[in-house]
């Protein structure tokens, strides 16, 4: 059943390359972004470009991974008020046309890795570093049919949620291999209850926070000293209103923020938190400014700590019909990432 549910959600993502049709030029139209009163608009990507994840840099400017679901894939660079935009690295055409990115974060050395997610059946899913030139290197590769998502940092080490096979994988920098055939943690039952879960990911105090997607869930992992995972708890039990979340992040007070996105007709998503108890607040549903929103990241810089910016993946046409990126004043500062031990 585990195997059958893998393969059915391959032919979806089929489906959703080809509506999107051929690619366009990969350029940023930052310029002509549509005006509205709030929230604020960054950035904002044609159609078909789909902005999947976003994250902060410490230069002070925002790094988007961006896809056509064609030929195209590349990491947008922009400053957080959406001024010069510049294709930061652009992906060879023989990667995009496989697949499409996902989650960003950056290390402690200030290179960022891009998870990459592949459909064909061979697969060469997994996690490439940009290095100070912007070349490329391949860190980490998963067995076929994974499907690498979220990613995050806890002192050196990379965590990357798979959201097929239920799983969390590690790579240490001491790691030699790039291949890994056994995850940190796997409980499919938890984690990809019904065949699509582990999405977002975060650390608050010592403990991975993982959002499953599907089950509408929040599992919270503490590290062990000897750096594996510690008992599982809940901080968010199944939740028919979190059903389709996606990306999570910490403010300094321990406050969990994130996004729910939605591909029915007419739906747009949500913005909401979590606080230290595992209360929900839905801030924002179905507003007319959500469309598609899959991930949300805090200013890195003393200015814009208190900033929150949020992708809009546009897959379900939206109001403008593209993909962007909006701002929030928040009043309280984001967690510094990454995350010390």
């Given at each position: ?70 030929t ?65 290197t ?48 796997q ?25 499953v ?42 406050k ?8 029915s007709?007419g ?14 607040t ?19 810089k ?15 046409g ?10 929030f004043?928040?009043?309280v ?9």
């Amino acid at each position: 059943m585990q195997s059958r549910r893998k393969f059915a959600l391959f032919p979806l993502l089929l489906v959703l390359m080809l509506g999107f049709g051929q690619a366009l030029l990969a350029q940023s139209k930052n310029a002509n972004c549509p005006k509205q009163p709030y929230p604020n608009v960054v950035a904002c990507f044609p159609s078909p470009l789909f902005a999947e994840s976003i994250t902060a840099g410490g230069d002070g400017k925002l790094y988007a991974s961006v896809s056509d679901f064609s030929t195209t894939c590349y990491i947008e660079r922009f400053k957080d008020d959406g001024k010069n935009p510049e294709i930061w690295v652009a992906f060879p055409p023989e990667i995009c046309e496989n697949g499409f990115l996902l989650g960003v974060a950056f290390d402690e050395k200030g290179r960022l890795y891009v998870a990459f997610t592949t459909w064909t059946p061979s697969g060469d899913a997994g996690v490439y570093r940009v290095e100070p030139n912007r070349s490329l290197t391949r860190v980490l590769t998963l067995p076929p049919w994974s499907f690498p998502n979220g990613v995050a940092f806890y002192g050196e080490d990379l965590y990357v949620s798979d959201s097929v096979n239920g799983a969390i994988w590690k790579k240490s920098p001491h790691d030699k291999e790039i291949v890994q055939s056994v995850p940190w943690y796997q409980n499919p039952a938890l984690l990809a209850p019904n065949g699509f879960g582990a999405n977002g990911v975060a650390f608050y105090h010592n403990a991975l926070f993982v959002a499953v997607a599907d089950a509408g869930s929040i599992v919270r992992f503490p590290i062990q000293p000897d750096g594996g995972p510690g008992p599982w708890e809940y901080v968010v039990p199944p939740d028919s209103r979190l059903q389709t979340l996606d990306g999570i992040a910490f403010d300094v007070t321990g406050k969990l923020w994130f996004t729910v996105n939605d591909t029915s007709p007419g739906a747009g998503g949500k913005l909401g938190t979590v606080d230290k108890h595992g209360n929900v607040t839905i801030l924002a549903d179905n507003p007319g400014w959500l469309d598609y929103p899959t991930m949300v990241v805090f200013g890195a810089k003393p200015y814009n700590r208190s900033t929150l910016y949020l992708t809009n993946a546009g897959l379900n046409g939206g109001t403008y019909g593209m993909s962007n990126v909006l701002s929030f004043d928040v009043d309280v500062p984001g967690l510094p990432i990454p995350a010390d031990h």
